[in-house]
């Protein structure tokens, strides 16, 4: 048999002769086969390497600032496992403190400086390479889900991470919106169990989660709307949530009858209206809650409603919360709130009418409100 002729890539000299029973061997530095430009489809992007490791920092970046809104440890251990993989053995430690609540929110801040230079390295790296940028652009949707939990002002380099996502957000994809907030209604839990207190029996629905920011979180205001109504209707009281739809917590399932709904709706139930809105005692402690979050405190809540038994209005609220502050001091508080039924007023009529309940007392049944400043702790006079 002839020997085979094999065509050496253009510009390699002679061509190579050798017998049928062999292989070519190559002799070139040539990065692919003929033909192969830096042009090509196929070639490898000079990038990719680099962008792995980036994109496995933007992961571990993402996964860090879930941990510092969600107080469950599953966040900060899958982050620690990566820097485990990736022998860096300093940021698992870091993140191995960080797996106990509250207390590794300040630890975190260390690795910030690397995560925002890792950022930017990717922004750049996406100017270069349509390669990179596509394939950075789930990364940064996530990113921005988790930055958009952290309230502005807090930390500076947050704020400059912020900043680089939008940015980057806006170039590649500029119809993409920007304001669809996160979705943290997963992170609220439900239960409900029966307690003695005071020497009686009741039936307790609690609900208790981290605050989301409001500004910063999806509500779930239509949802809340259709329950509020099989919650409270015709019976002159609110459908008032425990968490607040602000805070981003739900309201509960919607597959509920209207005589289930008062005492099964996770999170609503019959309050005094006055209490629910504008001026009421509640009301005022979601206010001061909402300020602290704009500021940068974390607040952790639990909310227990006691139902006495064979009723479906709960005849008292008590509530206890943590505050996580941005130089990590963690305050605890509580309150009970009593949940009496009301009067008609001008506007709308009252609980005891439409239930047909007696007043407790003869007169005065109007301004009888204790306004309180909950940040002071005190009775505003």
Do not use: C
Request: glycine share 10%; no cysteine.
């Amino acid at each position: 048999m002839a020997p085979t002729r094999f065509q050496k890539p253009i510009g390699l000299g002679t061509p190579q002769v050798v017998g049928a029973d062999a292989l070519p061997h190559a002799q070139s530095a040539s990065q692919g086969p003929v033909g192969w430009g830096a042009t090509h489809p196929d070639v490898p992007d000079p990038y990719v390497r680099e962008l792995r490791e980036l994109g496995l920092d933007l992961l571990q970046l993402a996964l860090d600032l879930a941990g510092i809104v969600d107080p469950t440890p599953a966040s900060d251990g899958a982050s620690g496992l990566i820097s485990l993989a990736r022998g860096q053995w300093f940021d698992a430690a870091i993140s191995g403190i960080s797996m106990v609540p509250y207390i590794g929110d300040l630890a975190k801040a260390g690795k910030l400086p690397k995560y925002l230079r890792s950022l930017e390295r990717a922004v750049e790296l996406a100017g270069k390479s349509k390669k990179a940028a596509e394939a950075l652009l789930p990364g940064f949707r996530k990113l921005k889900e988790a930055l958009d939990l952290i309230p502005a002002g807090v930390n500076q380099q947050v704020d400059r991470m912020k900043s680089v996502v939008d940015q980057f957000l806006l170039t590649r994809v500029p119809t993409m919106a920007l304001k669809q907030l996160p979705d943290i209604s997963h992170r609220f839990k439900f239960s409900t169990t029966s307690a003695v207190r005071n020497g009686k029996q009741y039936q307790v629905k609690q609900a208790s989660g981290r605050l989301g920011i409001p500004g910063n979180v999806k509500t779930h205001r239509e949802a809340s709307e259709k329950l509020q109504t099989k919650v409270s209707g015709g019976s002159g009281d609110d459908a008032g949530h425990l968490i607040g739809n602000q805070f981003g917590a739900p309201p509960g399932s919607q597959n509920l009858s209207k005589a289930d709904a008062p005492l099964h709706a996770e999170n609503l139930s019959r309050q005094n209206w006055v209490q629910n809105q504008g001026g009421g005692t509640y009301h005022d402690l979601e206010s001061a809650w909402a300020e602290q979050l704009q500021r940068g405190t974390g607040i952790d809540v639990s909310v227990y409603d006691y139902f006495p038994q064979g009723s479906n209005r709960p005849s008292f609220r008590s509530v206890e919360w943590k505050e996580i502050h941005p130089d990590g001091r963690v305050t605890e508080k509580s309150l009970d709130f009593m949940n009496p039924h009301t009067p008609d007023a001008s506007h709308r009529a009252g609980s005891r009418s439409q239930q047909d309940i007696p007043p407790t007392v003869d007169s005065p049944q109007t301004d009888n409100v204790t306004h309180v400043d909950f940040v002071k702790k005190r009775k505003i006079e």
